[in-house]
């Protein structure tokens, strides 16, 4: 169905078309419109310019899910698998799952994205719970064992609390998006259609490269005007094939053609994990807003219960009606701004609130980089991370006596320093009608430098004592 | 509040747990002894994290003790019980007895299957 179409146009991939129904039906509303308002990354204390938001990536998520697709379409030989991917069962179940995998973020994205499921709170796992209760008879996990993460999981539950009228009248499977857009394939791929789902589900949400991750990658690059590695897009969405290996099972692939743009997408990857999401004003900043949440729910809550914040903010109530925070507040489609209107009201009870505002930090970084980290530690903590894990954990109180300043002077960020290597059945390349894993075709695996760390954060006034600190830690890891 | 428990504490405290002989499980097998001692400790408000993010962000955090192998967990780690130095700061000694308890009622319930 040659449906009209609408056109966003977009500073990464151009314009992006989509469909005037969907349009209507998905993005004129509130649920989607509420994703102009929440930022994509928490980024914007370093690079300013980063005012990409969940919106904008939904519809590049959308776009490149679109391209990929059509790709597969014309480029797959088998005439059956084209003939099930033309069924609206699957093509517009991944189409609208791509557009949709974000609808349930958190304000504020990442940073405040736990409080789905933990924090404070005292209802653990509730994302994972909803999830549950909207699809009973399922066991979401990912084909590895692993939960969904909780955005996932929510998003999931969104969809198909707020949509599930739509999903139907474009024939979609609401179980097979609601896995799409939590990245959980089906346990047993009994037959051809089982098969192919999983290959779509990984495509939104896989293990190694997907239209989600390529979208962020290019996006958050060209925001940050970083000079990251170049990812040749046309070149990687125009590869993308079905085809069965050896074995008579369906692999996504790669045309050969492509081989040169896969390592780049991952190096990209490992290039924005390392000196853009894990930089310690970036890391920094995250935490604040973090802490301030937290004790912003504290004070509501002393009003009501101690979880009555969690239990309503990040909660499908809000999408639905406005929420009473306190006597004075209520919140409705939660986004950034409302969590700073709010906690901009206690601005006076959260000191935190105050240094986020006037971005002045009230502390300073002892190292900036996990190169550094490893340069000081290469002895002790990054041969034993387990005991640099404890000893971060005691530092404030240590780091107070030492310093004679309050241990809520002293923040620790720990982190990982992550660094993916693509692994042997993570990507397959089509050569010449074969199917062959990209580890195979490349030789040996680089190793990874992967490790945790951890950013030490002090009062200026003790930044003469950063050698002393570090023979502290030192000791204490030996 | 409810009591985090983070990959690599929860793994240290299975392998810990588990036989001398048994210095793997499935990542699958991990999840459910997850679910197992989850629903043990609900009294206890514990919160055990599974998502791939953070298990592999473990898995790689802690390449002396853990090493992924498909989707094997394989405990690199002593058997002197020390590595749960690095896991247990905040745990009170009546709930770390209740950890192990759990645990170790999972992984007979498991074995039995």
């Known amino acids: 169905m040659n449906a009209k179409q609408k056109q966003f146009k977009d500073p990464v991939h151009g314009y992006i078309s989509i469909r005037e129904d969907w349009c209507k039906d998905f993005i004129d509303t509130f649920v989607f419109q509420r994703l102009r308002y929440i930022e994509q990354t928490s980024m914007r204390p370093l690079y300013p310019a980063a005012r990409h938001d969940r919106f904008i990536h939904s519809l590049g998520t959308f776009h490149l899910g679109q391209r990929i697709y059509a790709s597969i379409l014309k480029n797959t030989q088998d005439e059956k698998i084209k003939n099930v991917l033309k069924e609206d069962r699957f093509q517009n179940t991944f189409l609208i799952a791509c557009l949709m995998h974000d609808c349930g973020h958190a304000p504020f994205s990442h940073t405040l994205e736990e409080f789905f499921n933990h924090a404070d709170a005292k209802t653990p796992k509730q994302a994972n719970k909803l999830l549950q209760e909207e699809f009973p008879n399922e066991d979401f996990q990912t084909g590895d064992g692993f939960d969904p993460a909780p955005h996932e999981a929510f998003s999931a539950v969104v969809l198909n609390k707020f949509f599930a009228d739509k999903l139907k009248k474009y024939n979609c499977d609401a179980e097979l998006a609601a896995r799409m857009i939590t990245g959980c394939t089906y346990p047993d791929e009994r037959d051809e259609k089982h098969c192919l789902a999983n290959r779509l589900i990984g495509l939104l949400n896989g293990k190694a490269i997907d239209v989600d991750k390529l979208d962020y990658i290019l996006r958050d690059t060209w925001v940050s005007g970083v000079q990251n590695t170049a990812i040749d897009i046309d070149r990687l969405v125009r590869s993308v094939v079905f085809h069965f290996d050896a074995g008579g099972k369906i692999k996504q692939c790669f045309h050969k053609s492509a081989l040169s743009v896969l390592q780049n997408v991952v190096d990209a990857r490992n290039y924005l994990y390392e000196w853009v999401y894990n930089h310690h004003t970036v890391l920094y900043y995250s935490k604040l807003l973090n802490k301030s949440m937290r004790k912003l729910a504290e004070l509501v809550g002393k009003e009501k219960d101690k979880d009555y914040f969690w239990k309503t903010v990040f909660s499908l109530e809000p999408f639905r009606n406005a929420v009473k925070i306190s006597n004075d507040h209520k919140v409705y489609l939660p986004a950034d701004g409302d969590m700073l209107y709010l906690m901009k009201n206690f601005i006076h009870e959260i000191p935190e609130v105050e240094e986020l505002l006037s971005h002045t930090p009230k502390r300073v970084a002892l190292w900036k980089t996990y190169a550094e980290f490893r340069m000081l530690f290469k002895e002790t903590l990054v041969v034993n991370p387990n005991t640099g894990k404890s000893i971060s954990k005691r530092l404030p109180k240590l780091l107070s006596q030492e310093l004679q300043c309050p241990e809520e002077d002293i923040i620790i960020i720990s982190a990982l320093a992550k660094h993916y290597v693509i692994e042997e059945s993570h990507v397959f390349v089509l050569v010449d009608n074969e199917v062959i894993s990209f580890t195979e075709l490349m030789g040996d695996k680089p190793a990874s430098r992967s490790g945790y760390f951890f950013y030490v954060f002090i009062p200026p006034e003790h930044k003469n004592k950063k050698t002393a600190i570090i023979d502290l830690i030192s000791s204490l890891s030996r | ?113």
């Open chain 2, 1 to 113: 509040m409810c009591k985090y428990l983070d990959p690599a504490a929860f793994m240290v405290y299975v392998f810990a747990n588990s036989p001398q002989n048994q210095a793997a499980h499935s990542l699958q097998r991990l999840r459910k002894l997850r679910d197992e001692v989850a629903n043990s400790l609900e009294d206890q408000n514990v919160f055990i994290e599974w998502t791939r993010n953070a298990v592999l962000g473990a898995v790689e955090c802690f390449p002396d003790i853990f090493k992924q192998e498909d989707t094997k967990i394989i405990w690199q780690g002593s058997n002197d019980g020390l590595e749960k130095q690095g896991f247990n700061d905040g745990f009170s000694q009546d709930f770390e007895e209740r950890l192990n308890d759990a645990i170790k009622k999972a992984l007979e319930l498991e074995a039995a299957q």
